[in-house]
């Protein structure tokens, strides 16, 4: 078994045919289908129904695995570079959007100047959209909602963050400064889907303090969640940093209390090494949230470890 044979049937995977997969490898047709009929006659099964393009069930397995051991080829050479020079090497960072808007910024910067030979790839996603990708280590690593129960990731606690209300200048709730979870019941919300983290953990003080929160709509990704509020679809629950202060000029911020604050966390493959370059963005990142000066934002700094294990070195 080769790796350009594993590279072949990946590209086929990723880009749907065997004619796009050799565009995306730089080389001939003929070629991608050698290196793959010879991968399916060593492992004796068909990776690649040749009438769709789209893999059997054994390809899905192969391409799984093949993924992870092109991570680890990428991570080993940069591991080397590290040593015989700077750090350097390409790390996929995926981020929350209410997170993402103020620390990779300041990530960009620092790396700049601490590590340029770094190439830094961010994705913007919700939670729910992050963490398969950490867990097929698509991503080196994401910051995402707490908690996290997956049994193939570690996490370890970055921050906490204030949870607020945003609603339209005419809703009732906008004359508030502050109102009570209690106080929200008669008001139907624009709030993150049953099932993230961000809402279980709502629903739960929810119910402890009595309440049953109405659904306006439901929406996974928080940004958007203050914006249809801006647009004046209704109140909707949302972190501090999801509505700066500078939201008040098309609503208004209420705060929230008798809620916790939302966690938010650094996710990494379980059993995994991270790249050296990796664990220099992991480290920018724990110094850049200790630094964060913003309101709303609370540093953790690891201080609670996930149930999943301890934080990864």
């Not at 990731?153 to 949870?163: I, P, W, Y």
């Not at 209690?182 to 624009?190: D, F």
Request: proline share 6%; with cysteine; hydrophobic share 45%.
């Amino acid at each position: 078994m080769e790796l350009r044979q594993l590279a072949a049937l990946t590209a086929v995977a990723e880009t749907g045919s065997f004619s796009a997969a050799a565009r995306r490898l730089h080389t001939v047709q003929s070629n991608v289908s050698t290196h793959v009929a010879r991968l399916e006659r060593e492992l004796g099964v068909t990776l690649v129904d040749r009438r769709t393009g789209t893999l059997t069930d054994e390809g899905a397995v192969v391409v799984e695995r093949a993924r992870r051991i092109r991570h680890e080829v990428e991570a080993l050479q940069a591991d080397i570079a590290s040593l015989r020079d700077e750090v350097s090497g390409t790390v996929r960072l995926g981020c929350i959007g209410t997170v993402s808007r103020w620390l990779v910024p300041r990530l960009l910067r620092l790396l700049a100047e601490r590590h340029p030979k770094v190439h830094l790839v961010t994705v913007d996603a919700t939670t729910t959209s992050l963490v398969p990708q950490v867990v097929s280590e698509d991503l080196d690593l994401a910051v995402v909602n707490l908690p996290l129960a997956h049994p193939d990731l570690t996490t370890e606690a970055l921050f906490d963050e204030d949870r607020v209300i945003v609603a339209p200048h005419d809703h009732p709730l906008a004359v508030r400064d502050r109102v009570h979870l209690r106080e929200l019941a008669p008001y139907p919300l624009l709030l993150e889907p049953a099932g993230t983290a961000f809402r279980d953990q709502l629903d739960e003080e929810a119910a402890h303090a009595g309440v049953e929160l109405q659904v306006l709509a439901e929406i996974d990704g928080i940004r958007l969640l203050t914006s249809l509020a801006m647009e004046g679809f209704g109140p909707a629950m949302v972190t501090a940093t999801a509505a700066p202060r500078w939201v008040e000029v098309a609503c208004a911020r209420v705060t929230v209390e008798g809620l916790t604050p939302r966690s938010v966390g650094l996710a990494v493959p379980r059993g995994g090494r991270l790249s050296t370059p990796a664990r220099e963005v992991r480290l920018a990142v724990r110094e850049l949230v200790a630094a964060a000066d913003i309101d709303g934002i609370h540093p953790t700094l690891g201080g609670r470890a996930s149930r999943n294990g301890a934080p990864p070195q």
